[in-house]
């Protein structure tokens, strides 16, 4: 087994799952502005190490998405974040692009960038600890998008940046987002994420990335926030794993979802749907934002120093998922 194989599958195996806590500061900033805490750094660092000093950490959440701000901080006891997050049983790693801009050509789409001067950077993440990074493309549908020109550069950013990485000894989460915002159908959803998708892999083989060594982490075929059709949890099961099982090589070893705006017992239920149906040989887990983070953040709002009960809060929604990544979860065992 590769060592990058055996990473993805550290990271992945036994029903852990990701958590995502690489917000960018701006993002981050609009999280705390909800629940009206001041955006300092040192705010964003106390929620984040409550986080990742919780128990659930080691039996629940096989790796952490960083931020660039996060990785190079320091706890309260002087620790580095990669050195915690290690110690908890857990696997650092950090998000890598430097965010989605309009798309020349297409300026209504966006195209993710960072490439330039990344090789240095990914050194620098490296000897920092991560052993893992991540790269988002975004794509919206509507009549005549995502256009064949966003399609199609970001799925070569994507593979230009997963080379990188894989020559830099990390593995690097493929992330084509297409996005749950707007009216499209779940048919809409499915053809466009399809598509999506196979141009993503044609391109990682152009560029030689050792699929084995890898970690997909797409959206679940679900209709547009604003369409009238909704389809039930069952079907979103169904067509999310046809998609994946037509489109993604069997190489992968595992798909990490991400949860897009669905709620957190939405993004729980819907796994563990996948998972109780899953007839594919890839590990299907989370690596949800989100859905992982949104009632710690509320609770912890309310008392920035209340450690205990934030973590209790966040173990509660890992062990959800973790249950729902081995298709065991069920609605009676939420509080
Ligand atoms: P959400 O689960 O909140 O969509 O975030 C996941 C993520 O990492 C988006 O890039």
């Given at each position: 087994?590769?060592?990058?194989?055996?990473?993805?599958?550290?990271?992945?195996n036994?029903?852990?799952?990701?958590?995502?806590?690489?917000?960018?500061?701006?993002?981050?900033?609009?999280?705390?502005?909800?629940?009206?805490?001041?955006?300092?750094?040192?705010?964003?660092?106390?929620?984040?190490?409550?986080?990742?000093?919780?128990?659930?950490?080691?039996?629940?959440?096989?790796?952490?998405?960083?931020?660039?701000?996060?990785?190079?901080?320091?706890?309260?006891?002087k620790?580095?974040?990669?050195?915690?997050?290690?110690?908890?049983?857990?696997?650092?790693?950090?998000?890598?692009?430097?965010?989605a801009?309009?798309?020349?050509?297409?300026?209504?789409?966006?195209?993710?960038?960072?490439?330039?001067?990344?090789?240095?950077?990914?050194?620098?993440?490296?000897k920092?600890?991560?052993?893992?990074?991540?790269?988002?493309?975004?794509?919206?549908?509507?009549?005549?998008?995502?256009?064949?020109?966003?399609?199609?550069?970001?799925?070569?950013?994507?593979?230009?940046?997963?080379?990188?990485?894989?020559?830099?000894?990390?593995?690097?989460?493929?992330?084509?987002?297409?996005?749950?915002?707007?009216?499209?159908?779940?048919?809409?959803c499915?053809?466009?994420?399809?598509?999506?998708?196979?141009?993503?892999?044609?391109?990682?083989?152009?560029?030689?990335?050792d699929?084995?060594?890898i970690?997909?982490?797409?959206?679940?075929?679900?209709?547009?926030?604003?369409?009238?059709?909704?389809?039930?949890n069952?079907?979103?099961a169904?067509?999310?794993l046809?998609?994946?099982?037509?489109?993604?090589?069997?190489?992968?070893?595992?798909?990490?979802?991400?949860?897009?705006g669905?709620?957190?017992?939405?993004?729980?239920?819907?796994?563990?749907?996948?998972?109780?149906?899953?007839?594919?040989?890839?590990?299907?887990?989370?690596?949800?934002?989100?859905?992982?983070?949104?009632?710690?953040?509320?609770?912890?709002?309310?008392?920035?120093?209340?450690?205990?009960?934030?973590?209790?809060?966040?173990?509660?929604?890992?062990?959800?998922?973790?249950?729902?990544?081995?298709?065991?979860?069920?609605?009676?065992?939420?509080i």
């Open positions: 087994m590769s060592e990058l194989n055996n990473i993805a599958l550290k990271i992945l036994n029903g852990k799952g990701i958590l995502a806590a690489d917000e960018s500061t701006g993002t981050m900033t609009k999280r705390l502005d909800s629940v009206k805490v001041p955006s300092t750094p040192q705010n964003r660092l106390l929620f984040r190490e409550i986080l990742f000093s919780a128990s659930s950490m080691s039996e629940c959440i096989g790796g952490v998405i960083l931020y660039d701000e996060t990785i190079k901080q320091e706890t309260s006891k620790e580095n974040i990669p050195e915690l997050i290690s110690k908890m049983g857990s696997i650092p790693g950090i998000k890598v692009d430097t965010g801009k309009n798309l020349a050509g297409s300026p209504n789409e966006k195209i993710t960038e960072g490439l330039d001067g990344l090789r240095e950077r990914l050194k620098e993440y490296h920092l600890g991560a052993k893992f990074t991540k790269w988002r493309g975004v794509y919206s549908i509507s009549k005549n998008y995502p256009s064949k020109l966003c399609v199609h550069s970001n799925a070569h950013a994507l593979a230009r940046y997963s080379a990188l990485v894989q020559e830099c000894e990390m593995v690097p989460i493929v992330e084509p987002e297409v996005l749950m915002d707007g009216e499209h159908s779940a048919k809409d499915y053809e466009k994420t399809s598509e999506v998708i196979k141009k993503c892999f044609e391109e990682l083989i152009l560029h030689k990335v699929l084995k060594g970690i997909l982490k797409p959206n679940m075929i679900i209709t547009g926030n604003k369409s009238k059709d909704k389809i039930s069952e079907e979103i169904k067509l999310t046809q998609c994946l099982k037509n489109a993604v090589p069997s190489e992968v070893p595992g798909i990490a979802f991400l949860s897009g669905q709620s957190e017992i939405e993004a729980t239920e819907n796994l563990n749907l996948i998972n109780k149906h899953n007839n594919t040989n890839f590990i299907m887990s989370y690596s949800y934002g989100r859905a992982l983070q949104q009632s710690a953040l509320k609770y912890w709002s309310k008392n920035i120093q209340n450690i205990e009960g934030t973590q209790k809060v966040f173990n509660h929604r890992a062990k959800m998922n973790t249950l729902a990544a081995k298709g065991k979860w069920s609605k009676e065992l939420e």
